[in-house]
T-cell receptor
Framework: AQTVTQSQPEMSVQEAETVTLSCTYD???????LFWYKQPPSRQMILVIRQEAYKQQNATENRFSVNFQKAAKSFSLKISDSQLGDTAMYFC??????????????????FGKGTLLTVNP | ETGVTQSPTHLIKTRGQQVTLRCSSQSGHNTVSWYQQALGQGPQFIFQYYREEENGRGNFPPRFSGLQFPNYSSELNVNALELDDSALYLCASSPGQGREKLFFGSGTQLSVL
């Protein structure tokens, strides 16, 4: 079974600074996807960034970028120019395709326990 | 705004009762997944439906069941509620078989007393 570990229960950063959230995972699969989701107090999970394991290039989305180290099974999230609206729980997640009963594929997300990020003014 | 709505937002039940949670997805979203998020934890996969058939299940007992309807709505049913079922239940939908971006609702907070 896959596991996802986020070793930082809480982090804080000053507005406009840069912060890095850590994530490691364990899998024997070669084909999979990795995600960072943000969960603000509204409780809705919002996709921040997505990385396919077969791509060596690190994904970026505006102020958000990842450092994907496949051999080390590490997937950290860097947030640049932190904003007050970035305050939220951040979850690292792993997804691999699995064969379903119908013969098609299903994809389930395995989440870490999350890191609470607070951006201070 | 993800276009995924869940109802009710909050619910209180007593142990042994049955509960039905509802989710309405965007038109064209053939895949719906349900997740349970206990306090202080990440969400855990319950099951996934694709075109009204269950096509994947996590480590949850049979008293957790679901339905998906042709109008892109779905239900999560839990029988014989236990105290440990208290959690946030999240619904997520996507157009295909889940490889694309998942759109999450804001969840139903279930409290079992």
């Amino acid at each position: 079974a896959q596991t996802v570990t986020q070793s930082q229960p809480e982090m804080s950063v000053q507005e406009a600074e840069t912060v890095t959230l850590s994530c490691t995972y364990d899998t024997s699969e070669n084909n999979y996807y990795l995600f960072w989701y943000k969960q603000p107090p509204s409780r809705q999970m919002i996709l921040v960034i997505r990385q396919e394991a077969y791509k060596q290039q690190n994904a970026t989305e505006n102020r958000f970028s990842v450092n994907f180290q496949k051999a080390a099974k590490s997937f950290s999230l860097k947030i640049s120019d932190s904003q007050l609206g970035d305050t939220a729980m951040y979850f690292c997640a792993f997804m691999k395709p699995a064969v379903s009963k119908s013969g098609g594929s299903n994809y389930k997300l395995t989440f870490g326990k999350g890191t609470l990020l607070t951006v201070n003014p | 705004e993800t276009g995924v709505t869940q109802s009710p937002t909050h619910l209180i039940k007593t142990r042994g009762q049955q509960v039905t949670l509802r989710c309405s997805s965007q038109s064209g979203h053939n895949t719906v997944s349900w997740y349970q998020q206990a306090l202080g934890q990440g969400p855990q996969f319950i099951f996934q439906y694709y075109r009204e058939e269950e096509n994947g299940r996590g480590n949850f007992p049979p008293r957790f069941s679901g339905l998906q309807f042709p109008n892109y709505s779905s239900e999560l049913n839990v029988n014989a509620l236990e105290l440990d079922d208290s959690a946030l239940y999240l619904c997520a939908s996507s157009p295909g078989q889940g490889r694309e971006k998942l759109f999450f609702g804001s969840g139903t907070q279930l409290s079992v007393l």
